[in-house]
């Protein structure tokens, strides 16, 4: 939507320009690069997620890989982001620490990680790698063992 409007801008603003009623709703060059600034900083996420919805079959141990694409490079900081661009990215990634640093969250999607061949420990960190797999280890012999009892 931000992007049609800055493709349009110029024929928006004639129109708008063209009626007493509406001139006051022409985009100034500060609403310009306020609209520039958030498509920046949203239209990688927007490519992202279109390309996550188009999969069949998604699962919780994307999650981890995701999130590190999204610090690492789609929600990096660039040399030519604008302030509120920067503002924008730091927000989103702030609130995506809060959402996924919880430690029984974080467990649960390093275990989802680890047995999915695609990730294994991939995106576990290093101080908690062992600990990961003793505990995989540990769930898989309680049901090895719930299943012979039954």
């Keep these: 939507m931000i992007e049609r409007v800055l493709e349009q801008e110029r024929a928006i603003s004639q129109v708008l320009a063209a009626d007493k009623k509406t001139r006051h709703l022409v985009l100034t060059w500060q609403d310009l690069e306020v609209l520039e600034s958030v498509l920046k900083a949203l239209k990688p996420l927007l490519e992202f997620t279109d390309a996550l919805s188009g ?43 809060e959402k996924f640093d919880d430690p029984a969250t974080n467990d649960l999607l390093d275990m989802a990680g680890l047995v999915d ?13 062992e600990e990961t797999k003793c505990r995989a280890i540990s769930e898989m012999e309680a049901m090895l063992s719930e299943s012979d009892q039954a």
Excluded: N
């Excluded at 040399?79 to 609130?95: E, F, P």
């Excluded at 061949?117 to 790698?129: G, N």
């Design 55 to 97: 999969e069949d079959y998604v699962t919780v141990s994307y999650v981890k890989p995701v999130l590190h694409l999204f610090h690492s490079s789609i929600l990096a900081i660039q040399d030519d982001d604008t302030a509120l661009t920067q503002s924008i990215k730091v927000s989103i990634l702030d609130y995506l620490r």
């Design 117 to 129: 061949p695609r990730f294994k420990t991939r995106y576990i960190v290093e101080d908690k790698l």
